[in-house]
């Protein structure tokens, strides 16, 4: 009991300190922020075209629905936390997007043939809520297993997931973060306003993010029951392919 009560007030203050630090933060800055996310990345947008004609799948964390489009062949149901980019997916993807929370997709377990997470799970502020985000996940892709996967209509190849998270390893950028720097940071968003006498007011918003180090990401997708496929790094950020228990890579 004593445990459980524990990792209750943990839960309940990770669920503050995101909302304080993330989830207000984006319902705020939707516009900017979107007006600033629109060129598909390219492993985002070859993964996403290279899927099977009439593939149905999940974009958890859509933010501005900037994916939606890339292939008119497949479905891409959209979800993200923050109501205001929600708003803006629904207008960009034509469809309407959900309110959902990641760490409690709404989706029938082992029933999508794909699903992409980008740049979502660095902003959970605990180990135990980035797995458990990445199993929610893992956990919508079909997959060939019988004893893991009780639908008969489970596919001869299982669904892949594509999550992209931000690295540690950044010394190249403008933000010149490297191994050995704290992984745990906030990162500044400036917004600026504009005022009737022509002056403008800049406003910080202070945004949580767990920078992987090299090798995390995979370590997490295994903790959480996956196995990746492929993996790699693409301009400050940490890559992976990965397939949810039981499934074949085809």
Not at 227 to 250: L, M, R
């Amino acid at each position: 009991m004593a445990d459980g009560g524990h990792l209750d007030e943990a839960s309940k203050h990770a669920d503050a300190y995101e909302a304080q630090h993330v989830h207000d933060i984006y319902d705020q800055i939707a516009a900017h922020f979107s007006s600033t996310r629109y060129k598909p990345w390219p492993i985002v947008e070859q993964f996403l075209r290279a899927l099977p004609d009439g593939s149905v799948g999940i974009d958890v964390g859509c933010g501005n629905g900037k994916y939606l489009g890339v292939n008119p062949r497949i479905l891409v149901v959209a979800s993200d936390r923050s109501e205001n980019l929600v708003k803006i997916a629904s207008r960009n993807g034509q469809r309407e997007a959900l309110i959902v929370d990641s760490l409690s997709l709404p989706h029938r377990d082992f029933s999508l043939d794909f699903a992409i997470s980008i740049a979502v799970i660095h902003h959970l502020s605990t180990a135990v809520r980035r797995i458990q985000a990445i199993k929610s996940i893992l956990l919508t892709l079909r997959c060939t297993s019988i004893p893991l996967c009780p639908s008969p209509e489970s596919p001869s190849d299982g669904g892949k997931a594509l999550i992209f998270v931000w690295a540690l390893e950044q010394r190249g950028s403008r933000r010149g973060w490297d191994a050995g720097d704290e992984q745990d940071v906030l990162v500044p968003w400036v917004t600026k306003r504009d005022h009737s006498d022509g002056t403008q007011q800049a406003q910080t918003f202070d945004r949580y993010y767990h920078l992987y180090r090299h090798g995390e990401l995979e370590h997490d997708i295994t903790a959480a029951g996956g196995f990746v496929i492929d993996s790699g790094y693409e301009k400050d950020n940490w890559w992976a392919i990965a397939v949810s228990p039981g499934s074949e890579t085809g």
